[in-house]
């Protein structure tokens, strides 16, 4: 018998592919491939080589080095204030939005009256695309016919909330904030409801109390969210684009890496080689933070 079933198991070889097997395969993998290479990787690494050449999209391409990267570092007054602003945003976005909609979501989850309620309205603006906050930012914060002038009633000296270089970064990231607290919100929520409530029950008998079981025991199962809305906010600060472009194309006061390349990649001076000189730049940081996550990452695989 034992005989028989090696003699089976033996004939049972690796699985040939058909030749229409094949053809799937290559379908299923290869056009996802072809495409991150033509749609990501492709007009990458095109940036990178242009970023070291002038060209206007039209005339010969010429060859500068780096000259493009020093003029923007040293000759090129909008650059640094536009770095600045990136980072407000990353500190904006992940010290006061990211802990707010935590908090959101622990409230939510300990069961208040109406959560569902609030659920759902903190969520909604989740579904808008931050063009569309820009907008709304502008109906709140207009000066002349806004709502938050109307509702202040300061009808001799209204204040410029947009206009105000000093005020409308404050303005634009409130209205950012107000769309990523509730994305926050829902993956905490998420992951609360995901906690083993034998933990919560383990630490109250150990005499925690509520605060202490939170950041000793729930927090730290977190992780993984953790991980994910930190990404999520890295992502969102860097790519801001949409909200200051429709609000004022992203000048007097709003200036970010991105607008300053499309500014100089599609607007009226085309310089395509120094275009592609900032969003190089902008590679390069994002780069920065995906390293260091993933170096995270694989040291806690060790670890664990």
């Given at each position: ?43 990458t690494l095109a940036s990178v080589v242009l970023s070291f050449t002038s060209w206007d999209g039209i005339g010969d391409i010429e060859w500068v ?117 509730g994305y926050v919100m829902i993956l905490y929520l998420a992951g609360l409801k995901a906690v083993d409530p034998s933990l919560k029950e383990a ?49 007097n006061g709003l200036e970010l890496l991105s607008v300053l390349v499309t500014d100089n990649i599609i607007g009226e001076a085309s310089r395509i ?32």
């Amino acid at each position: 018998m034992s005989f028989i079933s090696g003699r089976r198991t033996g004939r049972r070889g690796p699985r040939r592919y058909t030749r229409r097997d094949l053809v799937v395969l290559g379908a299923l993998l290869g056009l996802p491939v072809l495409l991150d290479l033509a749609i990501v990787w492709g007009p990458t690494l095109a940036s990178v080589v242009l970023s070291f050449t002038s060209w206007d999209g039209i005339g010969d391409i010429e060859w500068v080095g780096t000259r493009n990267y020093v003029n923007l570092f040293t000759n090129y007054p909008q650059f640094w204030p536009a770095a600045r602003h990136n980072l407000l945003w990353l500190a904006f976005l992940g010290l006061v939005a990211t802990p707010f909609g935590l908090l959101l979501a622990v409230l939510i989850d300990r069961g208040v009256r109406f959560s569902r309620f609030y659920q759902s309205t903190l969520y909604m603006p989740v579904v808008l695309s931050l063009a569309v906050v820009g907008f709304i930012a502008q109906l709140v914060f207009s000066r002349d016919q806004g709502a938050l002038n109307a509702v202040l009633g300061d009808t001799d000296s209204r204040t410029d909330w947009l206009g105000d270089p000093d005020l409308n970064i404050w303005m634009i990231l409130l209205a950012a904030a107000w769309r990523h607290t509730g994305y926050v919100m829902i993956l905490y929520l998420a992951g609360l409801k995901a906690v083993d409530p034998s933990l919560k029950e383990a630490a109250a008998i150990d005499g925690a109390s509520e605060a202490q079981t939170f950041f000793r025991v729930v927090f730290p199962t977190l992780r993984p969210v953790n991980v994910i809305v930190g990404v999520i906010t890295v992502i969102e600060s860097l790519r801001a684009f949409d909200i200051v472009y429709a609000v004022n194309h992203g000048r007097n006061g709003l200036e970010l890496l991105s607008v300053l390349v499309t500014d100089n990649i599609i607007g009226e001076a085309s310089r395509i080689g120094f275009g592609s000189a900032i969003a190089v730049v902008l590679l390069a940081v994002s780069l920065g933070f995906v390293v260091t996550y993933l170096v995270q990452e694989l040291r806690g695989e060790k670890d664990r």
